[in-house]
C-alpha cells in the first residue's frame, strides 16, 4: 500500500491529471491531434496512390511546412495578444470547415494541395496557443509532467492516428475517412468549452527593458531580444526544429521504405513503423514524467539524438546481416520503437525549458517562432529528401540522415 501511494498516487503524472481545466485540456488535444495526425497520414497515402512519388509527397508535406515559416510568427504574437481559449476553438472549426470541401468536389491533385496550405495557415494560431496554454493551467513545479502528460497526449494521439489512417481508408474509403476527421475535430472542440482558465495577473516580459507593446512589429522584435538573452531557449528551440524536421523528413520517405525496402503495401507504414514509433513516445513520455526530473536536459537530448541517428543507420542495412531465423518486420518494429523513445528524450524536456523560461506575454510568440523554423529548416530536407530517393533510392537517403543527424547534434551540444 505504501509503494501504491509513494509511486502511482503520488506520482506528478496523476497528480497534474487531477487538475480539471488541464484534463480537458488534454482530451481536447488528444482528439484535436488525432484528426491532424490521421489528417495528414490519409492525404499522403492518396498523394502516394495518386502519383507513385515521393517527390509528390514532398509538396504535400511543403504545403503545411510553408505557412509555418510565413505566418507563424505573426500569429504567435496575436495568440498572445488573444484569449487562447477562443484561439483554440476557433480554430479547430476552421478546420472542420476547411475539410468540408472533400466531401462535395473530391480528391485532385492540386485541389489537396491548397486545402492542406489552408488548413496549415489555421494551425499556426492553433499550436502556439496550445503549448502557451499549459502554464496557466498548472503551478509550475508540475510543468515538466505537464509536458510530459502533453507529449503523452500528442504522441498517443500520433499512434492512434497514424496507425487508423491506413485501415480506415481501407474499410470506409476515401470520403468517408474525411467526414470521420470533421466530426474528430468537433468532439475536439466540444472538450474546449469545458476548459476553465484560472484568472492570473500577466507578468511583464523577463528581460530587461521591455514594455508590452501595441506595435506588431515591436512585439516581434522583442522576441529576438528575449531569445538572444536566453540561452537554454535559444538551444531547446534549435534541438526541437531539428527533431521535427527529421520527423518530416521520414514521414516523405515512409511510404518509399516501406514499399521499395520492406517490399509491402503502404497501408502498412502505420503498422509497421508509425503505431511503433508512437509507442515508444509514450513509453519516454511515462518515463520522463516520472523521474525526468534527476537528469539534466542537456543530458537526455544528446542521448535522445545520438541514439535517434544510430537507429537511422540500421534502417536501410538491417535486412544485409539478419540471420534467416529472424523477420525483418520484427526488427523495423523494434527499431521504431527506438526512434519514438530517442525523440521523446529530445521533446519533452526541450518544451518544458521553454514554459519555465518563458511567460504568458512572450510564450505565444516563442511557438510561433519555433514553427516557422521548422518549416524554414525541414523545407530543404524534405525537398531533397524526396528527390534523392528518387534518384538514388531512399535506402541511401534515409542512412544519410542517420549521419547527419548524430554529427550535428554532437556539435550543437558540444557549443553550450
Request: net charge positive; with cysteine.
Amino acid at each position: 500500500m505504501r509503494f501504491f501511494r509513494k509511486h502511482i498516487v503520488g506520482n506528478d503524472i496523476i497528480a497534474v491529471l487531477r487538475i480539471r481545466p488541464f484534463a480537458y485540456m488534454m482530451l481536447s488535444e488528444f482528439f484535436g491531434q488525432l484528426a491532424f495526425n490521421m489528417q495528414h497520414f490519409v492525404l499522403i497515402f492518396l498523394i502516394y496512390q495518386l502519383t507513385q512519388s515521393n517527390a509528390a509527397v514532398s509538396v504535400l508535406i511543403l504545403s503545411f511546412t510553408v505557412p509555418a515559416v510565413a505566418f507563424s510568427l505573426i500569429c504567435g504574437a496575436y495568440v498572445d495578444r488573444w484569449n487562447k481559449k477562443s484561439v483554440l476553438f476557433y480554430t479547430n472549426i476552421a478546420r472542420a470547415i476547411l475539410l468540408a470541401p472533400f466531401l462535395i468536389v473530391g480528391f485532385h491533385l492540386g485541389f489537396i494541395y491548397i486545402l492542406t496550405f489552408l488548413i496549415a495557415i489555421a494551425t499556426q494560431f492553433f499550436l502556439p496557443a496550445e503549448s502557451a496554454i499549459i502554464p496557466t493551467l498548472v503551478p509550475k513545479k508540475l510543468i515538466l509532467s505537464a509536458n510530459a502528460v502533453f507529449s503523452l497526449g500528442i504522441y498517443s494521439s500520433i499512434f492512434a492516428g497514424y496507425i487508423l489512417a491506413g485501415p480506415i481508408l481501407l474499410l470506409l474509403g476515401k470520403t468517408a475517412s474525411i467526414a470521420v476527421l470533421i466530426f474528430l475535430f468537433l468532439v475536439s472542440t466540444f472538450f474546449i468549452l469545458a476548459i476553465k482558465i484560472p484568472k492570473k495577473t500577466l507578468d511583464k516580459p523577463q528581460f530587461p527593458g521591455s514594455t508590452i507593446s501595441v506595435s506588431l512589429y515591436k512585439e516581434i522584435k522583442e522576441v529576438f531580444r528575449f531569445i538572444k538573452a536566453a540561452r537554454k531557449v535559444t538551444q531547446s528551440l534549435i534541438v526541437l526544429t531539428i527533431a521535427q524536421a527529421v520527423i518530416f523528413t521520414f514521414a516523405v520517405l515512409g511510404p518509399g521504405y516501406v514499399s521499395t525496402i520492406l517490399h509491402i503495401q503502404i497501408e502498412s507504414l502505420s503498422l509497421v513503423l508509425i503505431a511503433p514509433a508512437g509507442v515508444g513516445l509514450l513509453f519516454g513520455a511515462f518515463f520522463l514524467g516520472s523521474v525526468g526530473k534527476k537528469y539534466k536536459a542537456k543530458t537526455l537530448g544528446l542521448v535522445g539524438f545520438v541514439t535517434a541517428g544510430l537507429t537511422f543507420l540500421l534502417f536501410p542495412s538491417v535486412k544485409n546481416f539478419l540471420p534467416p531465423v529472424f523477420d525483418i518486420l520484427y526488427v523495423v518494429i523494434f527499431l521504431a520503437f527506438i526512434v519514438g523513445f530517442a525523440i521523446s528524450l529530445i521533446f519533452v524536456p526541450s518544451h518544458a525549458t521553454i514554459q519555465m523560461e518563458t511567460n504568458d506575454t512572450l510564450r505565444g510568440r516563442i511557438y510561433g517562432l519555433l514553427s516557422a523554423l521548422v518549416g524554414a529548416v525541414s523545407f530543404l530536407p524534405v525537398v531533397i529528401a524526396g528527390g534523392l530517393a528518387d534518384v538514388l533510392g531512399v535506402g541511401i537517403v534515409i542512412t544519410l540522415i542517420g549521419i547527419l543527424i548524430i554529427i550535428v547534434s554532437v556539435a550543437i551540444y558540444s557549443l553550450e
